[in-house]
């Protein structure tokens, strides 16, 4: 993982997890990187679904970094099943170590976690397993659980076991209203349309992970955290994330992007949210020598957006 390579090139690398289950870790490295990302997916997604916001960062000298959860994308373990918060806390804690020894005294690493990937970053960053240099969550699902069943809901969520499926109930145009990503979305057999019961028990574990322990700033050097959200998100409950997020992390700065799908890598304000991003990624890097962003929110509007017609 040391070789450094040409922006746009993916290679995947496997990091063995305590358990010997075989980690897919996605990475694209340009030359000279400036920043790196470590970027945890969401529930259906895997790192398959960065084939171009991997090459648009490292073409803008990000590296990117992407592991595939286990039982997801080209990670081994049962398809679409946790065992147990700390097996999952436990990969992705093996896989950050496998980045920062891959940059040692290097750029800065940004961890963004996108969807269900925001939570499990928010159960990471709550038990200390990881220490970025910056946080992004994007249209994160905290507290989405409480949120629909009450805290005792959650509670009896946890008790569930096993490796019976359910599906997943999300629709593709939830997250795109482009064809071209609802094509590969359905061409992609990697994609999670079921998980366990299993599965369900770990969100909400995770979920009481951060919600019930201490708030980020506790005891633990502030690092920028960045909220960036779509105007509109038919999977998220953006309030119920953004209301969440407040009492982890009083000084999370918003980012609101012209658009109303959840996936802001599949809609019109991709370049944007790319720009952004790794600038973010950039400033990170600020306790030495690099310039954060200033402590606003901000917003992003798609080229052209004029009303339904012009907007996803």
Not at 71 to 83: E, K, N, Q, T, V
Not at 103 to 114: D, E, F, S
């Amino acid at each position: 993982m040391t070789e450094e390579r040409p922006a746009g090139v993916h290679r995947v690398e496997t990091v063995t997890a305590a358990d010997g289950i075989p980690l897919a870790l996605h990475q694209w490295v340009p030359e000279n990187p400036e920043a790196a990302v470590f970027y945890v997916h969401g529930l259906q997604s895997h790192a398959g679904w960065l084939f171009e916001t991997g090459p648009e960062l490292a073409r803008r000298r990000i590296a990117v970094y992407a592991p595939d959860r286990r039982g997801s994308g080209a990670s081994g373990g049962p398809r679409g099943h946790l065992d147990r918060a700390a097996t999952a806390l436990d990969d992705y804690a093996a896989a950050f170590a496998a980045v920062r020894a891959a940059h040692p005294g290097g750029p800065p690493i940004t961890a963004v976690g996108q969807s269900f990937g925001g939570s499990l970053l928010a159960a990471l960053l709550t038990t200390g397993r990881i220490a970025p240099d910056g946080v992004v969550l994007c249209a994160p699902a905290l507290g989405q659980q409480q949120a629909r069943h009450g805290r005792d809901g959650v509670h009896r969520m946890r008790t569930l076991h096993g490796h019976h499926t359910s599906p997943v109930t999300l629709k593709d145009e939830d997250y795109t209203g482009e064809q071209r990503y609802l094509s590969f979305m359905a061409n992609d057999h990697a994609m999670l349309r079921q998980v366990t019961d299993g599965f369900r028990a770990v969100m909400a574990e995770l979920e009481l992970l951060y919600t019930e322990g201490a708030p980020w700033h506790t005891g633990r050097p502030a690092v920028p955290v960045h909220f960036a959200r779509p105007e509109r998100d038919a999977v998220i409950d953006l309030d119920a994330a953004r209301a969440t997020l407040a009492r982890m992390c009083p000084h999370a700065v918003d980012a609101h992007f012209d658009a109303d799908r959840h996936y802001l890598e599949f809609s019109p304000v991709r370049d944007q949210f790319w720009d952004w991003l790794a600038d973010v990624a950039a400033g990170a890097g600020g306790a030495s020598g690099a310039t954060p962003l200033p402590p606003r929110p901000v917003r992003h509007a798609a080229p052209g957006a004029v009303g339904p017609g012009g907007r996803r």
